[in-house]
């Protein structure tokens, strides 16, 4: 299987971001993760979009994974947005968004408010522009949880199976080895920025109406996966959506949670395909899903 091309892109102030690329074909599918995850997040629907002809391009965002981090922790969403924006505009032509959570929130921006608008579509996962705040306590309460770090990778494998208690499998080392860091101390500590806990994530709720006011804004055709289990996006933030966005397509992926492409990635992975075909222009070919994919 073709491991991603990785290289560091200046963001919307020269910050460092790491970007990886997959495939060679088209659609450009540009993907951006939550609140605390990484690039790696997508690994497995990168692998079967590439693997069915389409170019996938993935980032860490400022202050996670191997991206720079701000000077004096000064976290402002109009430099996340930033760093999208310039993303976005080093493809080869303008991509299709996905954005998780946090991701989609930026997306959702700068397709509301951008012109030219930066993308072709946008795929919202599980995310609207009014979320459900215990959902977004519960996010943070696990990011907070252990400053001191861990001893090794099995405790944080403990941490996670905790968090995510529908997930079949811990985590291994392999798989861990992106999202910690060890410190002088010896202790593994996660790979995001500490200062990002302050105020860009206690006072995320005030973006609201602009991310409201946005969404109303959106031209461009629009698919929101929400997870059947989510406790972050519910039926009545999903009703105010499509009553903004009334061209968009709402899917409910059964069984998932908030963490959706990681619980139910075939699936997740399977409808990004069916959008993409029904895109003007965009159709893809449909061969068999590798069996890879996790």
């Not at 010896?186 to 995320?204: C, T, V």
Request: net charge negative; proline share 7%; charged share 25%.
């Amino acid at each position: 299987m073709e491991q991603p091309r990785t290289r560091l892109l200046p963001g919307h102030d020269g910050l460092p971001l790491a970007v990886d690329a997959r495939g060679e074909g088209a659609p450009t599918l540009l993907f951006a993760h939550g609140f605390g995850q990484t690039r790696q997040a997508w690994d497995g629907a990168t692998r079967a979009l590439a693997a069915m002809g389409c170019r996938c391009v993935s980032f860490d965002c400022r202050g996670h994974g191997e991206s720079g981090r701000a000077a004096e922790g000064d976290y402002r969403i109009e430099q996340f947005a930033g760093d999208l924006l310039a993303v976005a505009q080093a493809q080869p032509e303008p991509p299709v968004l996905v954005g998780a959570s946090m991701g989609g929130l930026l997306g959702l921006a700068l397709a509301g408010e951008t012109r030219p608008a930066p993308f072709r579509a946008l795929v919202l996962v599980d995310i609207t522009p009014r979320w459900e705040a215990a959902g977004v306590e519960r996010i943070l309460a696990f990011m907070q949880a252990h400053p001191d770090g861990f001893a090794d990778y099995r405790e944080a494998a403990e941490h996670i199976a905790a968090y995510l208690p529908q997930r079949r499998e811990r985590k291994r080392e392999e798989q861990l080895r992106p999202l910690l860091r060890e410190g002088a101390d010896g202790r593994l500590r996660w790979h995001w920025d500490p200062a990002l806990l302050g105020s860009m994530a206690r006072e995320s709720e005030r973006h609201q109406p602009r991310l409201l006011a946005a969404a109303a804004r959106v031209e461009m055709p629009v698919l929101l996966l929400s997870g059947e289990r989510s406790d972050v996006v519910s039926r009545e933030t999903v009703a105010e959506f499509l009553k903004l966005v009334p061209h968009a397509r709402h899917v409910e992926v059964p069984g998932a949670t908030h963490m959706l492409a990681g619980d139910a990635n075939d699936a997740f992975t399977g409808q990004i395909v069916a959008f993409l075909e029904d895109l003007p222009g965009g159709a893809l070919r449909r061969p068999a899903f590798p069996q890879e994919v996790q």
